[in-house]
């Protein structure tokens, strides 16, 4: 029953501030605000409803060592994107035409800070976690990765391969950097600076959402496996190359500090598994 109540918990928060968010698109500010108080709605909550349903400390979203693991996650997450934006550059156009919009990239940080916080408690928090405790980290990891790959379907300019490049580069990557970490700041701060970079910077399409226009003013063609197409950046194969390195880097961090879960592993050994942020 954890998981159920788990689930609807984070769900229900992300819902609602999602529908929010999404609605004030024109506001860049209010945006920015609900985004960020929709994001501590997200934490609080999965922290009441893991105390409640598990009797324990949900340390996977302690305040010690929150802000070092967010800021590396977010390093990451903004050098991931540098590194696929500069391939684009490289081998297909991406052209900068000066200033877009800065209403609308602060804006954009609500939004994607909401996205990335509620995102990553639902699915690495809840999802993967609970499903790691009873089949270990490898089917966990598939089966999320291929969950949220699948979510992405829904998006308006969204195809089959765009979601099997989001399972791949970003649905295993950030369950390897949970797994390895056992905290969800990291994730969190990786998910939030690769969309916002994306998205609020560079200006690019962020998983066929149609975005609105960030701080540049900027143009992107060429092949579309190269720039991900009407996808975005998300579908090249960079991305797919660059989160694959990175997530095996991740397991091999969680495999040298232990912190794989074998499959039959008990629960409960599981469980106690769990550790504070490195």
């Given at each position: 029953?954890?998981?159920?109540?788990?689930?609807?918990?984070?769900?229900?928060?992300?819902?609602?501030?999602?529908?929010?968010?999404?609605?004030?698109?024109?506001?860049?500010?209010?945006?920015?605000?609900?985004?960020?108080?929709?994001?501590?709605?997200?934490?609080?909550?999965?922290?009441?409803?893991?105390?409640?349903?598990?009797?324990?400390?949900?340390?996977?979203?302690?305040?010690?060592?929150?802000?070092?693991?967010?800021?590396?996650?977010?390093?990451?997450?903004?050098?991931?994107?540098?590194?696929?934006?500069?391939?684009?550059?490289?081998?297909?156009?991406?052209?900068?035409?000066?200033?877009?919009?800065?209403?609308?990239?602060?804006?954009?940080?609500?939004?994607?800070?909401?996205?990335?916080?509620?995102?990553?408690?639902?699915?690495?928090?809840?999802?993967?976690?609970?499903?790691?405790?009873?089949?270990?980290?490898?089917?966990?990891?598939?089966?999320?990765?291929?969950?949220?790959?699948?979510?992405?379907?829904?998006?308006?300019?969204?195809?089959?391969?765009?979601?099997?490049?989001?399972?791949?580069?970003?649905?295993?990557?950030?369950?390897?950097?949970?797994?390895?970490?056992?905290?969800?700041?990291?994730?969190?701060?990786?998910?939030?600076?690769?969309?916002?970079?994306?998205?609020?910077?560079?200006s690019t399409e962020v998983s066929g959402n149609d975005t609105p226009q960030g701080l540049l003013d900027t143009v992107t063609s060429g092949p579309a496996w190269v720039t991900g197409g009407a996808f975005g950046p998300e579908g090249s194969v960079y991305s797919v190359v660059f989160g694959?390195?990175?997530?095996?880097?991740?397991?091999?961090?969680?495999?040298?500090?232990?912190?794989?879960?074998?499959?039959?592993?008990?629960?409960?050994?599981?469980?106690?598994?769990?550790?504070?942020?490195?």
């Amino acid at each position: 029953m954890r998981f159920i109540w788990q689930l609807l918990a984070v769900a229900l928060v992300t819902m609602i501030g999602g529908l929010t968010v999404g609605a004030v698109e024109d506001s860049p500010w209010l945006q920015l605000v609900l985004g960020l108080l929709t994001s501590v709605a997200a934490v609080l909550v999965y922290r009441w409803v893991v105390r409640r349903t598990e009797h324990r400390p949900p340390t996977e979203v302690a305040r010690k060592g929150a802000e070092a693991a967010f800021g590396r996650g977010l390093l990451i997450g903004l050098a991931m994107f540098g590194a696929v934006i500069t391939n684009i550059y490289v081998n297909a156009h991406y052209e900068i035409n000066g200033l877009g919009s800065p209403a609308g990239a602060v804006g954009l940080a609500g939004f994607m800070a909401a996205a990335a916080v509620t995102e990553e408690v639902l699915f690495r928090g809840v999802l993967f976690r609970i499903i790691e405790e009873r089949v270990g980290t490898w089917i966990a990891l598939t089966l999320t990765a291929v969950l949220f790959g699948a979510a992405h379907l829904l998006n308006p300019n969204a195809d089959l391969w765009g979601a099997i490049a989001i399972a791949i580069e970003a649905g295993g990557m950030l369950a390897a950097a949970y797994a390895a970490t056992r905290t969800l700041w990291l994730p969190i701060g990786l998910h939030f600076g690769w969309n916002y970079a994306a998205a609020g910077i560079f200006s690019t399409e962020v998983s066929g959402n149609d975005t609105p226009q960030g701080l540049l003013d900027t143009v992107t063609s060429g092949p579309a496996w190269v720039t991900g197409g009407a996808f975005g950046p998300e579908g090249s194969v960079y991305s797919v190359v660059f989160g694959a390195l990175i997530t095996s880097a991740f397991l091999w961090l969680a495999h040298r500090r232990g912190n794989l879960v074998p499959r039959r592993r008990r629960a409960d050994k599981a469980a106690a598994a769990t550790t504070l942020p490195r």
